[in-house]
């Protein structure tokens, strides 16, 4: 009898002792899957067009990995730029980065699309917010009374609004001049030219669609055909939205760019539709091909017809 109980009192302890080995393994393996899955994983969040002030409610964060888990999210979220433009659809999805696959997509003109869809929520949103910048500036302009006020005596978050767009004038007007939109087919057909439509290394590695440089090696992908004495990095983003959010404001910002800006200026002060195909005309310091990089964006905005995106209502 004694031996009866040595014998299942080990089985028991064997039995447990395989129990947590497997739970073990079983937890090792799913932490590595994990892991893996976070390397490559894209996440997602749906932002409502008409109700930009977000609560919980209002958005959804999930992950996918695939291009077609991509599509089926925006189909299941009834998005489309058509739909989009004629405000007929609520919901933005907003990707954090291209998918895995996305080089393999084919045809390329599918590759293309995809492209299209995933950046120009990003740009809308971006832009979306700036428009409700520009919207609480003026209304407190109007409050009081189209004065210009001391610095001194500005709400605070006002203060860290022209701090954030570079402007230490008290000229409210002067601010305005830089908390303004870029044409959504402007900034398109800027990202599908400077990462060849998603293909670069810098947009696959960095999330990088605009080509923006920094000089801080930690921030930034070298590029591999770099002259020696070049000291300059391709800045890379976190996501898409920061890659965007970083583009609006360096041309908001720069001082290469205030020529642009008073150009838009223009255009706002004639009640005229902010046209990216004659605003480009005033980017020529973007690129070191000058007019022949203004003649190119030119051709990406008349071959796909981007001018669409500028019209009517979507964002002016």
């Given at each position: 009898?004694?031996?009866?109980?040595?014998?299942?009192?080990?089985?028991?302890?064997?039995?447990?002792?395989?129990?947590?080995?497997?739970?073990?393994?079983?937890?090792?393996?799913?932490?590595?899957?994990?892991?893996?899955?976070?390397?490559?994983?894209?996440?997602?969040?749906?932002?409502?067009?008409?109700?930009?002030?977000?609560?919980n409610s209002d958005v959804t964060v999930d992950y996918i990995s695939e291009s077609s888990e991509m599509i089926e999210i925006f189909n299941k979220y009834q998005f489309s730029i058509d739909n989009l433009l004629n405000n007929q659809s609520a919901n933005l999805v907003i990707f954090s980065s291209l998918p895995k696959d996305f080089m393999d997509i084919q045809p390329i003109i599918e590759r293309k699309r995809l492209f299209i869809n995933t950046l120009i929520p990003i740009i809308y949103?971006?832009?979306?917010?700036?428009?409700?910048?520009?919207?609480k500036i003026l209304d407190w302009w109007r409050e009081s009374d189209g004065e210009n006020f001391s610095r001194d005596f500005w709400p605070q978050w006002l203060f860290?609004?022209?701090?954030?767009?570079g402007s230490s004038d008290s000229n409210l007007g002067n601010l305005l001049v830089r908390v303004d939109i870029i044409p959504i087919s402007l900034a398109l057909a800027q990202s599908a030219i400077e990462s060849g439509w998603g293909t670069s290394r810098y947009s696959r590695e960095g999330n990088a669609v605009f080509g923006q440089y920094t000089f801080d090696e930690s921030k930034g992908l070298k590029p591999k055909d770099r002259n020696k004495n070049d000291e300059f990095f391709i800045k890379k983003f976190s996501n898409l939205s920061e890659s965007v959010r970083s583009y609006l404001k360096n041309i908001n910002t720069h001082l290469a760019y205030a020529d642009f800006r008073e150009e838009r200026k223009k255009l706002r002060m004639s009640?005229?539709?902010?046209s990216g195909y004659k605003l480009v005309n005033f980017l020529k310091d973007y690129s070191e091909r000058k007019e022949s990089y203004i003649k190119d964006v030119k051709e990406i905005m008349s071959s796909n017809n981007f001018q669409k995106y500028d019209k009517g209502n979507v964002l002016n």
């Open positions: 009898m004694q031996e009866y109980n040595v014998t299942y009192k080990n089985l028991g302890i064997f039995l447990i002792s395989l129990l947590l080995i497997n739970m073990a393994v079983g937890f090792y393996n799913s932490f590595n899957k994990k892991k893996e899955s976070n390397g490559l994983s894209v996440n997602y969040t749906i932002k409502n067009t008409r109700i930009f002030e977000t609560n949103s971006e832009n979306l917010q700036i428009l409700n910048d520009r919207k860290e609004l022209s701090e954030k767009y009640g005229e539709n902010l």
